[in-house]
């Protein structure tokens, strides 16, 4: 069965971090980046500056959460140290919006 959790703030982080044992005992699979640039047919680019999306694929010792597949939208900063998870951290920084 396919669960999906929408992450808003850090203390959605948190809870999704306890809930997963803080994947303890996962590794990462794999890691993509997606740019949302592109070159357009003049060969110009456009959106490359613009934050990326990212998708993070853990496999975990667990029977209840295996697989978890991770999506990161409008990322600024990624950082990931190692494959083998010991102790998950992280942190949302909202951008707020110009006015």
Do not use: W
């Not at 060969?43 to 209840?64: C, N, T, V, W």
């Not at 600024?76 to 992280?90: E, M, P, T």
Request: charged residues 20%.
């Amino acid at each position: 069965m396919t669960e999906y959790i929408t992450i808003n703030d850090n203390d959605d982080l948190q809870k999704f971090f306890y809930e997963v044992d803080n994947l303890h005992d996962s590794i990462i699979r794999q890691c993509t980046i997606q740019s949302i640039g592109y070159v357009n047919d003049q060969f110009l680019m456009y959106g490359d500056a613009e934050p990326f999306h990212a998708k993070i694929f853990i496999q975990s010792q667990f029977s209840r959460s295996p697989c978890i597949e991770i999506c990161l939208q409008r990322v600024y900063q990624l950082q990931i140290k190692g494959v083998f998870i010991s102790d998950a951290c992280g942190k949302l920084a909202l951008k707020q919006a110009s006015t």
